[in-house]
């Protein structure tokens, strides 16, 4: 398996535009976790999908992300409009079952946004 | 509910010395425990896990961890540290039925 993969690896756009991240899980695993990585506020956790339905998005910042998950192998993370503090690394991670108990969570590379 | 504390965000050890990385945690039932590690420009990956039965499990690379109850800690160890460990590690807790929390990681430096 090619593990969880996410695209594209780095993204460099003006603040104000669109932006959008793409991320496949595993085949099989039926959660997704998106996360998001700063210096200053670490790993946090934006949204979780279990079975392609949104669980938990009481980590998305601001009604400028949305986070979709049509089918069972593509999700997207977006950002409109983009701001500068918005640059981090996003992480897309899935896992077997339901979010939580003693599931691993496997972790795509990583986008690494850049907003300028 | 559940949390977890990892003391210290950096770690510095000499190169064949022992790797000590504290996390404590907090929940109001029996917890999973994990540790990840998140190696440069890269995703996390898990190193190890408690779930139920054994209290020191053994993961990849010759890390170990030990879960003791009493002391709700889950400290990860090493006897020797190799310049490949250099990384990030990261303790999360999970209870059934929650998403897992992930503390905010311990920064492994390894001195040649």
Redesign the interface.
Known sequence: DAG?IQSPRHEVTEMGQEVTLRCKPISGHNSLFWYRQTMMR??E?LI?FNNNVPI?DSGMPEDRFSAKMPNASFSTLKIQPSEPRDSAVY?C?SSLG?????N???????TRLTVL | AQSVTQLGSHVSVSEGALVLLRCNYSSSVPP?L?WYVQYP??????LL?Y?TGATLVKGINGFEAEFKKSETSFHLTKPSAHMSDAAEY?CAV???????T?G??TKLQVIP
């Open positions: 969880v670490g790993l956790l979780y938990d992480f991670a339901l979010a939580g108990g003693n691993e969570q496997f972790f795509g590379p990583g | 999973y994990f420009n890269q995703g996390l990956q898990l896990k779930t990261f999970s209870e059934l039925g929650q998403k897992v992930f905010t990681g």
